[in-house]
């Protein structure tokens, strides 16, 4: 069975995840530099962000308080 082109998650631009995380292009090419990051994708120039690599980029970080 396919998935309908709709349903299908769409990646979206380094600035924008940036604008999302709180911090500039720059920290988040760092990042990607160092290996620290989200997974991202890379055509060219371009670097692209899957939604869902960055949520549970974000989840792995969680850490409870004592």
């Known amino acids: 069975m396919t998935k309908r082109m709709d349903t299908i998650e769409k990646p979206v631009r380094g600035k924008d995840v940036a604008e999302w995380l709180g911090i500039s292009e720059a920290a988040l090419a760092q990042m990607r530099h160092r290996g620290t990051g989200p997974v991202f ?3 060219g120039h371009l670097v692209f962000y899957m939604p869902s690599d960055v949520e549970q980029w974000l989840q792995e ?3 409870e308080t004592n």
């Open 61 to 63: 970080g969680r850490q």
């Open 41 to 43: 994708i890379k055509r």
